[in-house]
């Protein structure tokens, strides 16, 4: 470290989620005295923007990490079960953003909004994980209305973009988008099925009990981050979007909330975007959250089937505050703690 700043290191520099880290590192004047994106031998000769000038891609090795301060892992779960050992024992602090280490009850599962206390428990040389994209979205907005009342209940389903899946599944949407309207025949790599005006109801591999690992993730995460005893249910599906997570929450309360309380507590929450007003069919969607950092929330309105209930419509740009920006924040707020 030092006054100029701190030397990061981004593993998986070259994928949708490593590349918008280092945009948001420059985008928010975050210390940086040096700067070693990282990957594979496959992108080796590859250079990156990075302040107006390029930066060549690195090849990650167990030897990359001498001297980095703070590592962003957004690799796959491979990768950081392999090398992340590596950038601890060398005094790095990891923020990783895959799931390897998000169930270990021995690391702090951050979302700054909820749950900022935990990065404060981490030193040099540990690790903190970053939730997933969807999970994310959705505990930001939990958080602001539990001050109204303790939540009993939560029923999500979501409508998550194919950018979730990685630049490859990207360019699936769009080869077999085109494929269809020239009539020619699709390629299906990357989903199940095609993704093309389709939506399916299939992410990540199916468990035993028929839910899926991305299914098990949300209900497990939640109940880490929220640091309460609240029962989740989900359902998750890709549907034919590049950027943005939709939502559709149920939430049960222990007492009465009315839509109005809940617009209240959200128009001021950190990090969300209150957008509620269907007189004029304004309303949270993907096309508005791309690019963007709020978590926009609407459609609030009163479930009459349970004593104490809401419905909400969640959306967030999964890339950036689903991935990278909440990365990015726990490294701020981190070396605020030092």
Same mark, same amino acid.
């Given at each position: 470290?030092? /006054?100029?700043?701190?030397?990061?290191?981004?593993?998986?520099?070259?994928?949708? *989620?490593?590349?918008?880290?280092?945009?948001?590192?420059?985008?928010?004047?975050?210390?940086?005295?040096?700067?070693?994106?990282?990957?594979?031998?496959?992108?080796?000769?590859?250079?990156?923007?990075?302040?107006?000038?390029?930066?060549?891609?690195?090849?990650?090795?167990?030897?990359?990490? /001498?001297? %980095?301060?703070?590592?962003?892992?957004?690799?796959?779960?491979?990768?950081?079960?392999?090398?992340? &050992?590596?950038?601890?024992?060398?005094?790095?602090?990891?923020?990783?953003?895959?799931?390897?280490?998000?169930?270990?009850?021995?690391?702090?599962?951050?979302?700054?909004?909820?749950? &900022?206390?935990? %990065?404060?428990?981490?030193? /040099?040389?540990?690790?903190?994980?970053?939730?997933?994209?969807?999970?994310?979205?959705?505990?930001?907005?939990? /958080?602001?209305?539990?001050?109204?009342?303790?939540?009993?209940?939560?029923?999500?389903?979501?409508?998550?973009?194919?950018?979730?899946?990685?630049?490859? =599944?990207?360019?699936?949407?769009? !080869?077999?988008?085109?494929?269809?309207?020239?009539?020619?025949?699709? !390629?299906?790599?990357?989903? &199940?099925?095609?993704?093309?005006?389709?939506?399916? &109801?299939?992410?990540?591999?199916?468990?035993?009990?028929?839910?899926?690992?991305?299914?098990?993730?949300?209900?497990?995460?939640?109940? !880490?981050?929220?640091?309460?005893?609240?029962?989740?249910?989900?359902?998750?599906?890709?549907?034919? *979007?590049?950027?943005?997570?939709?939502?559709?929450?149920?939430?049960?309360?222990?007492?009465?909330?009315?839509?109005?309380?809940?617009?209240?507590?959200?128009?001021?929450? =950190?990090?969300?975007?209150?957008?509620?007003?269907?007189?004029?069919?304004?309303?949270?969607?993907?096309?508005? =959250?791309?690019?963007?950092?709020?978590?926009?929330?609407?459609?609030?309105? !009163?479930?009459?089937?349970?004593?104490?209930?809401?419905?909400?419509?969640?959306?967030?740009?999964?890339?950036?505050?689903?991935?990278?920006?909440?990365?990015?924040?726990?490294?701020?707020?981190?070396?605020?703690?030092?």
């Amino acid at each position: 470290m030092g /006054k100029k700043g701190f030397h990061i290191a981004v593993v998986g520099a070259t994928g949708a *989620v490593g590349t918008e880290m280092m945009n948001l590192l420059e985008e928010r004047k975050f210390p940086v005295a040096s700067l070693h994106p990282l990957a594979s031998e496959r992108s080796l000769g590859k250079y990156l923007q990075w302040k107006g000038t390029e930066i060549g891609v690195e090849v990650l090795d167990k030897n990359s990490f /001498k001297g %980095i301060d703070i590592a962003f892992f957004s690799a796959g779960g491979g990768v950081s079960k392999e090398f992340v &050992p590596h950038a601890v024992s060398s005094g790095a602090l990891v923020i990783d953003n895959t799931s390897a280490f998000r169930t270990d009850p021995k690391i702090p599962l951050v979302v700054p909004e909820v749950n &900022p206390h935990r %990065i404060a428990d981490a030193k /040099k040389g540990l690790i903190i994980a970053n939730p997933n994209c969807s999970t994310i979205q959705m505990v930001v907005v939990l /958080k602001a209305l539990s001050g109204l009342s303790p939540i009993k209940r939560v029923v999500v389903s979501t409508y998550q973009s194919v950018s979730g899946a990685g630049m490859k =599944a990207m360019e699936e949407l769009s !080869k077999q988008s085109a494929a269809l309207f020239a009539q020619k025949e699709m !390629k299906i790599e990357k989903f &199940p099925h095609r993704i093309a005006f389709n939506c399916i &109801p299939h992410i990540d591999v199916f468990e035993e009990d028929g839910y899926t690992k991305e299914e098990r993730k949300m209900i497990n995460e939640t109940v !880490k981050i929220m640091e309460q005893p609240i029962a989740v249910t989900a359902t998750t599906v890709r549907v034919p *979007v590049f950027y943005g997570h939709s939502e559709s929450v149920n939430v049960e309360f222990a007492s009465e909330v009315t839509p109005e309380a809940a617009r209240q507590v959200l128009k001021t929450a =950190a990090g969300v975007m209150l957008c509620d007003d269907p007189s004029k069919n304004l309303y949270p969607m993907a096309t508005m =959250a791309a690019g963007t950092d709020p978590i926009y929330v609407g459609r609030i309105r !009163k479930d009459s089937t349970v004593p104490f209930g809401l419905n909400l419509w969640i959306v967030a740009d999964n890339i950036r505050k689903g991935a990278a920006l909440n990365a990015v924040q726990i490294a701020e707020q981190w070396i605020q703690s030092l």
